[in-house]
């Protein structure tokens, strides 16, 4: 049980243009989901929490307007990472928690892999 | 801010020796610690939570404990196997999770 799928595993694209990523919960319903992104051999950083039917709450530092996030149903939450240059290339994982503010109870996703040319 | 640093960056050991992972925080407020594996190119997969006011939680040859005073975190793995290759992620749980960068780790046949 517990499974959170993401998709694509791998989306190369070229700068400028804007990619979706989707973040499924597969057998339960998350209340909350988070974004993560992380580089290489470095550790995961917090992008933003989101609740189902809410504005996404973001962490400081992280541009609201380049990277939407979308939380529509308690099952699906996409990022799009709008007009993306070179340096959004990088690892993003998200979680999702089926309880509300419960940031230890997070199942996390296989991830997606950005490259932007 | 919650600061986490895992020490070592890495490790190889041969298969079979024990395995020692440390991680450390700033900030000993915290509800609870987390161990995550992750594989390359891969998510995450909890390996062990210890509540804060737990010392150690074990998981067959997995055993960590909590010193929460100090801000320190231990991981061992025991009689280490090929398959027990991969990075090793300790998060600190407070309002979100802090992870440290991971100590990846090499066994070798």
């Known amino acids: 049980g517990a499974v959170v799928s993401q998709h694509p595993s791998r989306v190369i694209c070229k700068s400028g243009t804007s990619v979706k990523i989707e973040c499924r919960s597969l057998d339960f319903q998350a209340t909350t989901m988070f974004w993560y992104r992380q580089f290489p051999k470095q550790s995961l950083m917090l992008m933003a929490t989101s609740n189902e039917g809410s504005k996404a709450t973001y962490e400081q530092g992280v541009e609201k307007d380049k990277f939407l996030i979308n939380h529509a149903s308690l099952t699906l939450s996409t990022l799009t990472v709008t007009s993306a240059h070179p340096e959004d290339s990088s690892f993003y994982i998200c979680s999702a928690s089926p309880l509300a503010g419960q940031t230890d109870t997070q199942y996390f996703g296989p991830g997606t892999r950005l490259t932007v040319l | 801010k919650q600061e986490v640093t895992q020490i070592p960056a890495a490790l190889s050991v041969p298969e079979g020796e024990n395995l020692v992972l440390n991680c450390s925080f700033t900030?000993?407020?915290?509800?609870?610690l987390q161990w995550f594996r992750q594989d390359p190119g891969k998510g995450l997969t909890s390996l062990l939570l210890i509540q804060s006011s737990q010392r150690e939680q074990t998981s067959g040859r997995l055993n960590a404990s909590l010193d929460k005073s100090s801000g320190r975190s231990t991981l061992y793995i025991a009689a280490s196997q090929p398959g027990d290759s991969a990075t090793y992620l300790c998060a600190v749980v407070g309002y979100k999770l802090s992870f440290g960068a991971g100590t990846t780790v090499t066994v070798r046949a």
């Open positions: 900030d000993s407020a915290i509800y609870n």
